[in-house]
């Protein structure tokens, strides 16, 4: 497992846009983004694995959000723009090995939208 540590959540009006970043203490193969919000399930939001770097998007996020890593500083980013207040949720960093579980996930960081 490696240490995730999530940043860039806070409170913005829809239609604008937030950055999360998430850092890693290790390189890992497989790395994602998921969501949950209040009274909802987890969701997937975004993945992009480390070679080669295909990203993948949950079709409610598609043409706003944008993930990118740089694997110099193992850190997964998500550029969120267009904001809607369905988005507000945790949203959490998880890593995983090639074919398995993701089993390393970061404490959350909250953002809120606002209509």
């Known amino acids: 497992q490696v240490q995730l540590v999530e940043s860039g959540g806070g409170l913005v009006q829809a239609g604008g846009s937030l950055t999360l970043s998430c850092a890693a203490s290790a390189r890992t193969y497989f790395m994602a983004w998921f969501r949950q919000a209040p009274g909802k399930e987890r969701e997937f939001v975004s993945s992009?694995?480390?070679?080669?770097?295909?990203?993948s998007y949950a079709d409610s996020v598609k043409g706003r959000f944008t993930i990118a890593r740089d694997i110099v500083t193992n850190t997964l980013s998500l550029h969120m723009n267009n904001l809607k207040p369905e988005d507000t949720a945790v949203y959490y960093c998880a890593a995983r090995g090639p074919g398995t579980d993701f089993d390393s996930w970061g404490r959350g960081t909250q953002v809120t939208v606002s209509s």
């Open positions: 992009m694995s480390y070679g080669p770097q295909t990203a």
